[in-house]
């Protein structure tokens, strides 16, 4: 058994296990939200609504981004250029690129997800508390019971690669929006299925 009970939520009857390995110190959504931020001040005439839609058209990937707005004309305002361009990933957000993962915990879907598919399916998603972001793997495991286990990012591929029995990812077939990734200032965004005019 690679995992001991941590605490069990009654209200939702889903059972909360702790892994022994501890998870990464770094969490995958404040390494974006730090990237948020840095491409945010550097283009701070360029509008937030737009900003969040050319992100997700782009699957997160904030050095697209940036080379996108420069080579509209946008002009970056910090004398350190070069600096925030490398500073930027060039790999895609798992938060967006995910399959498995929805975003914001799924409470009242929670249990219709997980209904008609066999046990050793799961999910990903994150709950946010204030200023604290913690991402969770639920699992449907052979008691046909739900269980919950603390993960570090988006993926869970670190307890995925622990549990061979994880065998059915249920895909977030939704639309994604910027709020699949955790810490942004909620605004709407209209033209997410459109690609944004500059």
């Keep these: 058994d690679n995992f001991k009970p941590f605490r069990k939520r ?22 974006s939200l730090e990237q948020y931020r840095a491409l945010s001040q550097t283009f701070p005439d360029f509008p937030e609504k737009m900003l969040n839609c050319l992100l997700v058209q782009h699957n997160g990937n904030f050095h697209t981004v940036y080379k996108l707005l420069v080579s509209k004309g946008w002009s970056p305002k910090h004398n350190d250029r070069s600096r925030t361009k490398l500073s930027l990933s060039k790999d895609n957000d798992p938060h967006f690129t995910t399959e498995h993962f ?23 998603y994150f709950r946010q508390n204030g200023s604290r972001v913690a991402y969770f793997l639920c699992l ?17 591929s670190e307890q995925l690669a622990t549990l061979p029995n994880l065998l059915y990812p249920i895909t977030d077939k939704r639309t994604r929006n910027h709020t699949w990734l955790p810490r942004l200032k909620q605004t709407e965004c209209d033209l997410l299925s459109q690609p944004v005019m500059m």
């Excluded at 009242?108 to 598919?117: C, P, R, T, Y």
């Design 10 to 31: 009654s209200m939702e009857n889903i059972m909360v296990y702790s892994p022994r390995q501890p998870a990464k110190k770094r969490s995958s959504s404040l390494c």
């Design 102 to 124: 929805f975003g914001s915990e799924p409470t009242a879907e929670k249990h219709s997800l997980f209904a008609n598919q066999p046990n050793g399916s799961y999910i990903t």
């Design 140 to 156: 449907k495991d052979p008691r046909n019971k739900l269980c919950e286990i603390p993960i570090s990012d988006p993926t869970g």
